[in-house]
């Protein structure tokens, strides 16, 4: 069985541009997750998702970042315009009804 | 104030020797986990301790949640090179399946 899927795996932007991350989550999980992860610190939560609705975006930076989850399945992570200070990891996971979390390998951003 | 105080944050050691990394908060939580990152991987989960108490076992890697279920252990006996990654412990403290992360031990177990 696949696992979450993330693309792209690096990306190297120039600050002001816009960036897309894109994750496949494991087929039949519910619950989609987009952490952030800075060097040497543990994921945090940007934004949790049950099905296609966003049921907790209270820590996602809503001046420049955005996600949706359309259908319920594949989700898109935004960031416009990117900062230096947005350069992290971003990863995905998934879970079935908020259990074990199963994520993917991430996206490493770096900013210019 | 971090939820989860994870010590230390780093350990450097030679293959053979035994280790116990901390995960420690003032909140009680109704489950702890804790995972393994390798570089350049997402994290995977190794065990999730749910009884206060609780001691749990897998292979060479022995897991404890305190009584009052505020922290938890991890003991590695005879670390091997492939034990080395970002350990991770994680918590809901709240019940709405918002998982907070500690930072991390990052151990590194030379050969």
């Known amino acids: 069985e696949a696992g979450v899927v993330q693309s792209p795996r690096y990306k190297i932007i120039e600050k002001k541009q816009p960036v897309a991350f894109w994750c496949n989550p494991i087929s039949g999980h519910n619950t989609l997750y987009w952490y952030l992860q800075n060097l040497g610190q543990g994921p945090e939560l940007l934004i949790r998702y049950e099905n296609e609705e966003a049921v907790d975006d209270s820590q996602l930076p809503k001046d420049r970042f955005s996600a949706e989850r359309l259908k319920g399945v594949d989700s898109t992570l935004k960031i416009q315009p990117a900062e230096l200070g947005d350069s992290a990891v971003y990863l995905c996971?998934?879970?079935?009804?908020?259990?074990?979390?199963?994520f993917g390998e991430g996206s490493r951003l770096t900013v210019l | 104030t971090q939820l989860l105080e994870q010590s230390p944050q780093f350990l450097s050691i030679q293959e053979g020797e035994n280790l116990t990394v901390y995960c420690n908060s003032s909140s009680v939580f109704s489950s702890l986990q804790w995972y393994r990152q390798e570089p350049g991987e997402g994290p995977v989960l190794l065990v999730t301790?749910?009884?206060?108490?609780e001691v749990k076992k897998l292979k060479r890697l022995t897991f404890q949640f305190g009584d009052a279920r505020k922290d938890s252990s991890l003991h590695i006996t005879a670390a091997q090179p492939g034990d080395t990654g970002l350990y991770l412990c994680a918590g809901d403290p709240f019940g709405n399946y918002k998982l907070t992360f500690g930072k991390g031990t990052l151990l590194t177990v030379n050969p």
């Open positions: 301790v749910v009884t206060g108490g």
């Open positions: 996971a998934s879970s079935l009804g908020g259990g074990e979390l199963f």
